[in-house]
């Protein structure tokens, strides 16, 4: 049994209009063509798909069946062939993207940039959250692609990596190890530090706690750029991802340190549900991203 799409949309113009007559005008055929084709489908089913009347016709118990598939295949037809047009003219929709500060602060925008002015026709809602936060929603639905630190709890996501996170510290020209190049957490722990108001801070709150020293914050920053003013005013060292701390380091009077510590070296990945639960464009999305990756 072979039907094609001509004969589905005949069979639907038929029994939409409930006469052969108007649904063969309306599929753009003579009556007599949509007859013969309208005969061969049945003689192909093996079983009666319409019901003649001085009325017109009614579908048969077969021929709702067959009208019921019709619209689904001719749905996906439909779908398909947008899709299709999509990726000749460029996406056009909105994608719902969750990071952490670390991927706002830098990794993210440079990687998103090119994907939007290659598709013009779309949009990407970013918003910064914690990394546990974007794991939730993107398993909820909430958001369709996240950027989470490796030390969230991922289970539950399909994940892919996407970058190298170095924490580094920063300090005055003028401070004691601002001739060096690494340093250890421990040795700057003590002092006092301009604080990051976001899930860094609790990190480092609990590597300080493990080394038996209490961080002494003098002040709570939300951004990365705010924490390095305040730490070239000489309020105290500031801990940020290193890349964050170079860019600083050119306009403003800073010594930027990598730190030593295995912890300070950190990943992030992509989160996002079943691929197969991703709509195009967020699928498309997600590969540019997955591709630009930065290696270890």
Avoid: Y
């Avoid at 005949?10 to 599929?27: K, P």
């Avoid at 899709?83 to 500060?101: P, Q, T, Y």
């Avoid at 910064?128 to 950027?147: F, H, L, N, T, W």
């Avoid at 950190?266 to 996002?272: A, D, E, G, K, V």
């Amino acid at each position: 049994m072979r039907f094609d799409l001509a004969d589905l949309r005949l069979f639907l113009a038929v029994v939409d209009a409930g006469s052969i007559t108007h649904g063969s005008r309306a599929a753009n055929l003579s009556l007599a063509a949509a007859s013969e084709r309208l005969r061969d489908m049945e003689a192909a089913a093996g079983v009666p798909l319409l019901l003649r009347n001085r009325r017109g016709v009614v579908p048969t118990r077969a021929g709702d069946t067959l009208a019921h598939h019709a619209r689904l295949v001719l749905r996906q037809v439909g779908a398909m062939q947008a899709e299709l047009s999509d990726h000749a003219k460029g996406f056009r929709g909105s994608v719902r993207v969750l990071a952490n500060s670390a991927a706002m602060a830098g990794w993210l925008p440079e990687r998103l940039g090119p994907f939007l002015a290659r598709h013009p026709g779309t949009d990407i809602d970013l918003a910064e959250r914690p990394s546990p936060d974007i794991v939730k929603a993107v398993a909820g639905g909430r958001a369709e692609i996240g950027v989470v630190s490796d030390a969230a709890d991922v289970s539950g996501v399909a994940t892919l990596p996407f970058a190298i996170d170095r924490l580094a510290l920063v300090v005055v020209r003028d401070h004691p190890l601002a001739g060096a190049k690494r340093v250890a957490f421990a040795q700057i722990a003590p002092e006092p530090m301009v604080g990051f108001d976001g899930a860094l801070q609790v990190q480092l709150r609990l590597e300080a706690e493990s080394v038996g020293v209490r961080l002494r914050p003098r002040v709570f920053v939300r951004t990365f750029d705010g924490v390095a003013r305040m730490v070239a005013d000489g309020v105290g060292f500031g801990i940020m991802p290193e890349f964050a701390a170079r860019r600083a380091r050119r306009t403003m009077p800073l010594c930027c340190l990598r730190l030593t510590d295995p912890w300070a070296t950190r990943r992030l990945l992509l989160c996002t549900r079943a691929r197969t639960e991703l709509e195009p464009l967020a699928l498309s999305l997600l590969r540019h991203l997955a591709e630009s990756a930065s290696p270890a």
